[in-house]
């Protein structure tokens, strides 16, 4: 194996103590379940000429299904 450059020591220590700190994951089942129609947004917007980012938030959630 070829390395470029110095290898420097792994700090175990700090590791541990920001695995104690660090939040614990979140699990896709704790998400809303939320549907998206993307082929309307993306025709909504091609018929009103602009980018889906430039659409406003309520013309957004014509297509977002909780």
Request: hydrophobic share 40%; no cysteine.
């Amino acid at each position: 194996m070829i390395m470029s450059g110095p290898m420097r020591k792994f700090n175990y220590e700090e590791y541990y103590k920001q695995l104690e700190v660090m939040p614990d994951p979140i699990m896709a089942s704790d998400l809303p379940k939320v549907k998206l129609n993307l082929k309307g947004i993306r025709d909504y917007a091609r018929k009103k000429g602009v980018s889906i980012a430039s659409l406003s938030d309520t013309e957004k959630q014509l297509f977002i299904k909780v």
